[in-house]
Nanobody, 116 residues
Framework: QVQLVESGGGLVQPGGSLRLSCAASESIFSFNPMGWYRQAPGKQRELVASITSSGTTNYADSVKGRFTISRDNAKSTVYLQMNSLKPDDTAVYYC??????????WGQGTQVTVSS
């Protein structure tokens, strides 16, 4: 069974940083694209950032210049480096991947809370 497992969430003060990791149970070349979504209470799930197998990235306007998505092919892991965090970034963050061009896969989610 194909799995995406997130880690790295937690509580951080405004202005702080966190790095999320998403480990795939298979080679991440099987997933294209991969990305991070988030869902805050009472809001719809939204795309935060995505990355293709060729390394092309895409970001939501709200995180441009603060978040960076990257991938380590050898470790089958995708990362989301989040800097200058704001309270509005508080949400459950989900890893997403399109497996073999047809199957949508989601991780279980990891909570990120930005609060003083």
């Amino acid at each position: 069974q194909v799995q995406l497992v997130e880690s790295g969430g937690g509580l951080v003060q405004p202005g702080g940083s966190l790095r999320l990791s998403c480990a795939a149970s298979e080679s991440i070349f099987s997933f294209n694209p991969m990305g991070w979504y988030r869902q805050a209470p009472g809001k719809q799930r939204e795309l935060v950032a995505s990355i293709t197998s060729s390394g092309t990235t895409n970001y939501a306007d709200s995180v441009k210049g603060r978040f960076t998505i990257s991938r380590d092919n050898a470790k089958s892991t995708v990362y989301l480096q989040m800097n200058s965090l704001k309270p509005d970034d508080t949400a459950v963050y989900y890893c997403h991947g399109l497996y073999l061009a047809r199957h949508v896969c989601w991780g279980q989610g990891t909570q990120v809370t930005v609060s003083s």
